[in-house]
């Protein structure tokens, strides 16, 4: 239910019109008289229909501060049961830690204590009452349970479970979605209603004379002709058309904030379909979800930069998104530093913080913000833009890019082009751009390419730079320091990019000033739990042949997808398995391959349960529409998507179930791909599989991935220096040499491993 816009609004105070008996009833229905209306009972009646629509409008606007109250109380309702509950199943033995050794348990259990739950559940005077328990050991341990359950009851996170639907999270869903109705409401309508109440305020005091025929008969000539005048006006803004939109718009908002006006069913149904925003409220209420004031949601900055980063408030007047602490501080951090890179962990919402940094500037009376991003987010970034903020946005791609960019040169908003795009564009920066935002910035990493020299000539003459990469070093350290040059030059000459796993706290701490990374389980505590498996199946005597065949042929990318053209293919068996599992648990899969071919395969394979294939060859806006079918299918479904189309730029949560059909040759490919489902806004618990073939490239790959995804962890990631894991291709004793040469490539050296182990070239 959004609320009519009545901000701008004035009344009309002359003409005849009627007022209705009722505060809420419909435009037209009887009133209680006209412009004309006579003093006495039809001017105390006109009274009451002012007061009580101004005390339904006061309601309306404090209605926020009161349900955050009741929804506090509700989220305090929940964590004493769940910490209830989860002392049901502690010992008393637990205890111990924190009473000593010589603590009298055992007479506790003796006496039918079993559980921590029960200690808490009675007074020391009962435990007096236990042998071998004196007063001061009865006050000591039900103080130890106290203390205990309150430690539990800090660490409780609400994690709202749809396959459950407890009434308890039921009420609490109603409160957040009356909170939020009564926020929108309070935006849309408080000027409006101010304005009403200024105006009837003096007017209901002019006017109250006219309330008595006899008071009004012995008053003085003036003061009649002002209250009869003042009670014709007030007759005329009630009769007025727009005071009728705006009352029966303040009945529909007033409904909205009532949490009783929503069935579970509804409430179940929207969390499914908008969890995001609806933990991103509960977070701000509770603080859970994000550790707002903790080192990891504002990135393990130095304390002394931190406190400059949040000294300025951030402006969120043009922004519709609810954000969540980190996400706070992310866009003021990108404000702060005015040229650096936000690296957070795929999920964890880049897209709105980099557009709570340019809502924030268009709220200072700046302009002209630019996007550059893939072809295949393009759109989803005009949809965010849409969602999220009240600005413009501006499409600088396709056949009529020229006359957008003009548009957009001369109205101002967030025009969003593509990196293909951007050097066909004219004067993007000459009109002034107050923010370049880079999104996938990784795709610039190498300063050679047309398409990274042309981001660097428009990040030089913006006055601000955010570049958003959750992957920014996919293999090299030297990577990382390419995008920080294009940044801050100055540190990226000053950081010391051979330091290697051994200097990876020192290299956290110089790029503290240009790099802010949060990881989803530092920041995004209510997020389910996400298992990751590897599915390693041995090749049937149909796989094997076939494998053997592109080995002997040297193609490598015929030896990744071998596994999937065997009648008896192992993969696809343990494929079969994992889907029939989901289909009994009516949940979604999402199954991402490199290959077209494989794709093909597996939609013969899986048949109806699949609605479609992802592939590069589908439109952006196709692909949009693609997600909204698998997402809108009730129950199981299938969506099979090629992983560099698919991985990148869609919200996929209505998956539980993700496969990746092969392995990959850089890990923030798959890391990218999961993100798809793990994400803010996932309500089940995520299970990834992996499936790989035993004694095939897919070792091989994984070798390569866990050396990449090391080096990218020390840097890049809070973490402890680790000794990275050197296995070696091959371990037989007569390895050959050519497969630790460097100087030959490193899809060359797989196939020789290969072969060398099949003994092709014994």
Request: a neutral charge; one cysteine or more; glycine letters at 8%.
């Amino acid at each position: 239910m959004e609320a009519a816009d009545h901000g701008n609004r004035g009344y009309r105070v002359g003409g005849e019109a009627t007022a209705p008996d009722d505060p809420f009833a419909p435009p037209g229905q009887a009133s209680t008289g006209a412009a004309g209306t006579k003093a006495g009972p039809a001017a105390k009646a006109v009274f009451d229909e002012v007061r009580t629509f101004a005390r339904q409008a006061t309601a309306l606007l404090s209605a926020p501060e009161v349900l955050r109250k009741n929804t506090h109380r509700q989220i305090d309702i929940l964590r004493d049961r769940q910490a209830r509950d989860a002392l049901s199943t502690r010992p008393v033995g637990e205890l111990r830690a924190l009473l000593g050794k010589g603590a009298r348990l055992g007479a506790l259990e003796d006496a039918g204590y079993r559980t921590v739950a029960e200690v808490l559940g009675t007074t020391p005077s009962r435990l007096r009452t236990v042998p071998g328990i004196g007063p001061q050991s009865a006050e000591q341990t039900s103080a130890a349970a106290q203390r205990l359950a309150d430690e539990l009851r800090r660490e409780t996170r609400i994690r709202l479970d749809p396959d459950r639907q407890d009434p308890g999270q039921t009420q609490l869903l109603a409160l957040l979605a009356a909170v939020r109705h009564a926020d929108s409401a309070r935006t849309s309508l408080s000027a409006a209603l101010k304005r009403f109440e200024r105006e009837t305020t003096e007017l209901l005091r002019q006017a109250e004379p006219a309330g008595s025929r006899i008071g009004l008969f012995f008053r003085g000539r003036a003061t009649k002709r002002t209250a009869l005048d003042a009670l014709a006006r007030l007759d005329a803004l009630l009769a007025d058309p727009e005071t009728h939109s705006l009352r029966d718009t303040v009945r529909v908002q007033r409904e909205a904030a009532d949490p009783k006006s929503y069935s579970p069913g509804h409430l179940w149904r929207e969390y499914a379909d908008d969890a995001a925003s609806v933990n991103a409220l509960l977070s701000t209420l509770t603080g859970q979800g994000d550790a707002d004031e903790t080192e990891a949601a504002q990135g393990f900055l130095p304390e002394e930069l931190r406190q400059e980063i949040t000294a300025v408030p951030l402006d969120t007047s043009l922004l519709t998104a609810t954000l969540r602490g980190y996400q706070v501080f992310g866009a003021q951090y990108a404000l702060h530093r005015e040229f650096a890179i936000l690296g957070d962990e795929m999920g964890l919402g880049k897209t709105v913080q980099a557009l709570a940094a340019i809502t924030h500037l268009a709220a200072n009376a700046q302009t002209r913000f630019l996007v550059v991003c893939p072809a295949s987010v393009q759109s989803n970034w005009i949809h965010e833009i849409r969602r999220h903020t009240t600005l413009t946005p501006h499409s600088l791609h396709g056949a009529d890019r020229d006359a957008a960019t003009r548009h957009w040169r001369r109205t101002g908003g967030i025009a969003v082009t593509t990196f293909g795009t951007l050097g066909r564009l004219g004067g993007v920066t000459d009109d002034g751009l107050a923010m370049l935002i880079v999104d996938e910035a990784h795709y610039v990493k190498n300063p050679e390419s047309k398409r990274s020299r042309t981001v660097a000539e428009v990040v030089d003459r913006a006055q601000r730079t955010l570049f958003l990469t959750g992957t920014p070093m996919e293999n090299r350290v030297e990577e990382f320091r390419t995008l920080v040059g294009y940044l801050q030059p100055r540190i990226a000459r000053s950081l010391d990019a051979t330091d290697a796993v051994a200097g990876a706290n020192r290299f956290r701490r110089a790029v503290a000033p240009v790099y802010l990374r949060r990881n989803q389980e530092d920041v995004l505590t209510e997020l389910p739990d996400k298992i990751e498996l590897e599915d390693w199946v041995r090749f049937g005597p149909g796989d094997e042949a076939a494998y053997e065949v592109t080995v002997r042929e040297r193609k490598l990318m015929a030896m990744r997808q071998a596994a999937f053209h065997a009648t008896d293919s192992a993969k696809l068996e343990r494929l079969d398995e994992i889907v029939d599992e989901a289909r009994e648990d009516g949940l979604k899969v999402v199954v991402f391959s490199n290959f077209l071919a494989v794709l093909e395969t597996l939609q013969e394979r899986l048949g109806k349960a699949v609605v479609g294939r992802l592939t590069g060859s589908v439109a952006p806006a196709a692909r949009q529409r693609l997600v909204d079918t698998f997402t809108a299918r009730d129950g199981h479904a299938v969506l099979l998507s090629q992983i560099e189309a698919g991985g990148v730029g869609l919200n996929v949560q209505a998956a539980s179930v993700v496969v990746l059909t092969e392995p990959q040759w850089k890990p923030s490919t798959e890391e990218q791909a999961i993100a798809r489902a793990f994400r803010m806004g996932q309500i089940r618990k995520v299970r990834v599989h992996r499936l790989l073939a035993k004694d095939s490239v897919d070792e091989r790959l994984r070798e390569v991935q866990e050396r990449k995804s090391l080096l990218f962890d020390e840097f890049a990631r809070r973490s402890e220096a680790k000794e990275a894991d050197r296995r070696a291709v091959d371990t037989s004793e007569h390895r050959p040499g050519m497969l630790d040469d460097e100087d030959i490539p490193l899809k060359e050296r797989i196939v020789l491993a290969e072969r060398h182990r099949l003994g092709l070239d014994g």
